[in-house]
């Protein structure tokens, strides 16, 4: 049994910085690529960012790309999602993911592809 369990979120001003993190455990987490989507009130959960098994290639939603940074530590099992100049908009629930395919170079940004869920943690961004 694959658990993520997220943390980090919290409540941060217009242009703030957050940095979630995902743990896992119950397979080699190292085998897999990962992902973080995000759902906002009222809104479908979106992609927001991938990343390689090896951490070799990452993938990033439009509306965050060049402000966060996906990352992994396979020692640790742990993947990371660091956001900066965060905006009104970016607040949601982001929520970790494990795909399904071992070793799979293609970074999916559908979330079907992507079997085992954290519980997510609240993004919240004050105006």
């Known amino acids: 049994q694959v658990q993520l369990v997220e943390s980090g979120g919290g409540l941060v001003q217009t242009g703030g910085s957050l940095r979630l993190s995902c743990a896992a455990s119950?397979?080699?987490?190292?085998?897999?690529?990962m992902g973080w989507f995000r759902q906002a009130p009222g809104k479908e959960r979106e992609f927001v960012a991938a990343i390689r098994w090896d951490g070799g290639n990452t993938n990033y939603a439009r509306s965050v790309k060049g402000r966060f940074t996906i990352s992994r530590d396979n020692a640790k099992n742990t993947m990371f999602l660091q956001m900066n100049s965060l905006k009104p908009e970016d607040t949601a629930v982001y929520y970790c993911?494990?795909?399904?395919?071992?070793?799979?170079?293609?970074?999916?940004?559908?979330?079907?592809?992507?079997?085992?869920w954290g519980q997510g943690t609240q993004v919240t961004v004050s105006s």
């Open positions: 119950g397979r080699t987490f190292s085998n897999y690529a």
């Open positions: 993911a494990a795909e399904r395919t071992y070793r799979n170079n293609i970074l999916r940004t559908d979330l079907l592809y992507y079997d085992y």
